[in-house]
């Protein structure tokens, strides 16, 4: 029987949208072809404007890459920075400043949890940090942080403040300017909905003076002085660019314009607020608090007895494909993504699959609930 590659309902990547697919399909240009040149300008251009950004690179590479490259260009090693981590994804900083020879500092708290703004401000006023970093919404405990707050405290206490927004960017505000976000890097393959295969790293004029004062840095590839003359004239050559994904991407930022940046987050709100009535309608619920919940996906605790592996197989079963979660709560939760070029069908589709799969595993459940409650949220709005 051939079936269909099921729905990818996980955080990252996202289904792609019809234009993204037909424009990740053109035949390939040369990567110095006026065309194409054209086309990556209006990409950053567009990413610019989005993320209100001074300076935009958009090279090969996945996010994780572009958090190594947002440290590697603001803080030497030796010198010390502050994680604030809320799970799988923030630990990630800590790692990679280690491997960096940077001093790291991590402040942590229970899955599901927020660090407090006061622990925050107590650690940035008694040490000396270069930079602190915060992960705009934690993929692995679907927590949201406190971002604009965070990013006043880290000038308050003169240190550059790196955003991770891969779980977030094109789904939740990140206006580098009124947020104080000096440093934001993110990737693709979610709420922007392309096939994964870029980083973007945007920055200011604060995070360039930065690398300047570093003088050389301990990479090639991830050195922005070696893209930032590429980006102004991307007819140069540094490392070849993965040109389809540039063109997709594209295609993307101008399907984000198109709908309208307070639309576009409006919509995630909704669909999750839509998500999450559909889930409470089962009697589920979400790791996080309910102040830290996520426009973009949901960590869903499984009712007493159903087994991860057993409900995700029946999920697949149904075409519909989600993930379970990692580290402490590997085995307790699964993972639902509900960002990007996606509506209130394919939750209805999702909702349905977990409905079938809770039954299929021996769950009690009351067909359609979930599915009629979010029905009944997305019409109240
Ligand atoms: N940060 C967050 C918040 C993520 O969710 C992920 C990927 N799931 C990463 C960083 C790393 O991105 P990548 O897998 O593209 O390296």
């Given at each position: ?6 729905l ?7 289904p ?255 669909i ?70 996606i509506c209130i069908n394919e939750l209805v589709m999702t909702?349905y ?21 979010a029905w009944?949220?997305w019409?109240?709005?």
């Amino acid at each position: 029987m051939i079936k269909q590659a099921p729905l990818v309902m996980i955080p990252g990547p996202t289904p792609v949208a019809e234009p993204i697919r037909q424009a990740m399909a053109v035949q390939t240009y040369g990567h110095t072809y006026g065309g194409f040149v054209e086309i990556y300008k209006e990409c950053l251009a567009g990413l610019k404007t989005i993320f209100q950004a001074d300076h935009m690179i958009v090279a090969g590479g996945a996010g994780t890459l572009s958090m190594e490259m947002g440290l590697i260009n603001t803080v030497r090693a030796g010198e010390a920075i502050l994680v604030v981590s809320h799970g799988v994804f923030g630990d990630r900083f800590t790692a990679i400043a280690k491997a960096l020879g940077i001093t790291v500092d991590t402040l942590t708290c229970p899955p599901g949890e927020r660090v407090a703004l006061s622990e925050i401000e107590a650690k940035l006023s008694a040490g000396n940090y270069k930079a602190i970093t915060l992960t705009h919404v934690d993929t692995s405990s679907g927590v949201m942080a406190q971002v604009k707050e965070v990013g006043q405290l880290a000038h308050k206490y003169n240190a550059l403040f790196i955003l991770d927004g891969v779980c977030a960017s094109a789904a939740s505000p990140e206006p580098m300017k009124d947020y104080g976000i000096d440093v934001l890097v993110t990737t693709c393959q979610k709420a922007f909905g392309t096939p994964p295969g870029l980083l973007m790293v945007a920055f200011n004029d604060r995070a360039l003076a930065r690398r300047e004062e570093l003088g050389t840095v301990p990479s090639y590839y991830s050195d922005w002085k070696n893209w930032l003359p590429i980006m102004e004239n991307p007819s140069l050559y540094f490392a070849t660019p993965p040109v389809n994904h540039i063109v997709a991407l594209n295609e993307s930022v101008k399907m984000i314009l198109a709908e309208g940046l307070d639309a576009r987050y409006a919509r995630h709100e909704r669909i999750a607020r839509s998500f999450r009535a559909g889930l409470a309608g089962l009697g589920m619920s979400c790791v996080a608090t309910e102040a830290a919940l996520a426009p973009t996906l949901s960590v869903i605790y499984y009712p007493e007895g159903v087994d991860d592996v057993a409900f995700r197989a029946k999920m697949e079963e149904y075409d519909v494909f989600v993930v379970g979660a990692l580290a402490s709560l590997k085995g307790k939760a699964f993972r639902v993504g509900h960002m990007g070029n996606i509506c209130i069908n394919e939750l209805v589709m999702t909702l349905y699959a977990i409905e079938r799969s809770l039954a299929a595993v021996g769950a009690q459940v009351v067909p359609g609930a979930g599915v009629g409650a979010a029905w009944a949220q997305w019409h109240k709005g």
